[in-house]
């Protein structure tokens, strides 16, 4: 069954620094989503991508918060300053357009700011 | 705005118990959809139904089962004969249709234990 692959399962960073999370949606998906799920707490939408554009995003994206698909198969969330806060989990999804619920969760980039 | 809630926060039952997850949802829009999350330790989200809001039937599945009604804004997710397998972080959420990128709103979550 296709998978979402997300790398790498467990991030340590600095507090300030950059940290780049990346994602491997299934190959003919074509909406891709991040949410974040601080320790203990519920999964929360940051942001969704279409069309090689952002369609919408949540009060937690802010300026510090960018995705790209650099490529056409790696979607990418960049922290450019990270600050201890930002210590999560952090799931990419993907889903196709026919199949408009069909969501398709990663296993998730556990992040631990220090 | 959407808004899910899971009103029990956490719930221990003993192996072979029956335990109903309660998840009741608000929401404007006339079309929409309800999903069940499983959570286990090692922290992934496996999916484990979607019901659109059309369609009231209650489901079963092996030993879960659903029950969606819309008239108290319910979608309740029943494990019978619960297994030590069935321990984790329950999550219920709502994706709306209209006007959005159809994104999950999820409830805070319910810890299930099941002890042997």
């Known amino acids: 069954e296709p998978e979402v692959t997300q790398t790498p399962s467990h991030q340590v960073t600095q507090m300030g620094q950059e940290v780049i999370l990346r994602c491997v949606p299934i190959?003919?998906?074509?909406?891709f989503y991040w949410y974040r799920q601080i320790l203990g707490q519920k999964v929360e939408f940051l942001v969704s991508?279409?069309?090689?554009?952002?369609?919408?995003k949540s009060e937690i994206f802010d300026d510090q918060f960018s995705v790209e698909r650099p490529d056409g198969s790696n979607f990418t969330l960049k922290i450019r300053s990270t600050k201890l806060e930002d210590s999560a989990m952090y799931f990419c999804?993907?889903?196709?357009?026919?199949?408009?619920?069909?969501?398709?969760f990663g296993s998730g980039t556990r992040l631990t700011v220090v | 705005a959407q808004k899910v809630t899971q009103a029990q926060t956490e719930i221990s039952v003993v192996e072979k118990e029956d335990v109903t997850l309660d998840c009741v949802y608000e929401?404007?829009?006339?079309?929409?959809?309800l999903f069940w999350y499983k959570q286990p330790p090692s922290g992934e989200l496996v999916f484990l139904i979607r019901?659109?809001?059309?369609?009231?039937q209650n489901e079963i599945s092996g030993r879960y089962s659903w029950n969606f009604q819309k008239s108290t804004s319910s979608f309740n997710f029943t494990i019978t004969a619960s297994q030590v397998v069935d321990s984790a972080v329950y999550f219920c959420?709502?994706?709306?249709?209209?006007?959005?990128?159809?994104?999950?709103?999820f409830g805070k979550g319910m810890k299930l234990t099941v002890n042997p």
């Open positions: 999804a993907s889903r196709r357009d026919t199949e408009i619920y069909g969501y398709t």
């Open positions: 019901r659109n809001s059309f369609d009231e």
């Open positions: 190959s003919n998906h074509l909406y």
């Open positions: 959420a709502l994706a709306e249709t209209q006007g959005g990128s159809e994104k999950l709103v």
């Open positions: 991508f279409y069309n090689n554009e952002i369609s919408e």
């Open positions: 929401t404007r829009d006339t079309t929409y959809y």
